[in-house]
């Protein structure tokens, strides 16, 4: 079985404190995502990694950042955390292009003061 | 991103009844697939469709993909009290696309 998981699943931070999400995934896979869900938004692509070293923005990168350095694992950083960063993120892991299928952690529930 | 139209929002059904929710896009999709979320965790991947016409079940899930490409259905049979959660669908615009598009999601309440 896929296996995604996440570093933490509950964070308490200060306004202004730098925040690291960690995400590592077990099965190969090339791509990765960090989205954040919020009632009555869904989710939201934050950034994503297609590959070691890359990344591209998705729909709301602004206030975000990421780090793929080894291809198992993906990080969201918060360089200043802002209370409206107050969110639950998801990191996902996908196969692909055949068959395609897409795998998410179990999420980190952010809470910045 | 693009969201896709699921349906309905949210139900309430008795346990043992069936549950059908569906979701449709505006655009030909190569791949739907199905989540399951509950409060508090991450979505968890029911099933996936590849082809059009497709039927796939698992358990008592039954997926299908839609003839025109541009639609999905998600059937639950003799609901039970942990079917409970948020449902939402997924779709890939097209082979190799970088992301998915996500549905706003169904949200299941059984009554014991």
């Known amino acids: 079985d896929v296996k995604v998981t996440q570093s933490s699943r509950y964070l308490v931070k200060r306004t202004g404190e730098k925040v690291f999400l960690e995400c590592v995934q077990d099965?190969?896979?090339?791509?990765m995502f960090w989205y954040r869900q919020d009632p009555g938004l869904g989710l939201r692509l934050i950034y994503f990694?297609?590959?070691?070293?890359?990344?591209e923005k998705g729909d709301i990168p602004e206030g975000y950042s990421v780090s793929r350095e080894k291809k198992e694992r993906f990080s969201l950083i918060l360089e200043s955390a802002s209370t409206n960063q107050t969110s639950m993120y998801l990191c996902?892991?996908?196969?692909?292009?055949?068959?395609?299928?897409?795998?998410f952690g179990p999420g980190t529930r952010l809470t910045v003061l | 991103g693009q969201q896709l139209n699921q349906s309905p929002q949210s139900m309430f059904i008795q346990e043992g009844e069936d549950v059908s929710m569906n979701c449709t896009s505006s655009?030909?999709?190569?791949?739907w697939l199905w989540y399951k979320q509950d409060p508090g965790e991450g979505p968890v991947l029911l099933i996936a469709?590849?082809?059009?016409?497709e039927l796939t079940s698992n358990g008592r899930l039954t997926a299908q993909f839609g003839i025109t490409r541009k639609d999905s259905f998600l059937n639950i049979s003799a609901s039970i009290p942990s079917d409970v959660g948020i449902y939402f669908c997924?779709?890939?615009?097209?082979?190799?696309?970088?992301?998915?598009?996500f549905g706003t999601g169904t949200r299941l309440t059984v009554i014991p």
């Open positions: 996902a892991s996908r196969s692909g292009p055949e068959r395609d299928t897409q795998y």
């Open positions: 099965m190969d896979h090339e791509n």
């Open positions: 990694s297609y590959d070691v070293k890359m990344k």
């Open positions: 655009s030909i999709f190569n791949t």
């Open positions: 469709l590849y082809k059009a016409g």
């Open positions: 997924a779709g890939q615009p097209w082979t190799g696309a970088n992301n998915l598009f």
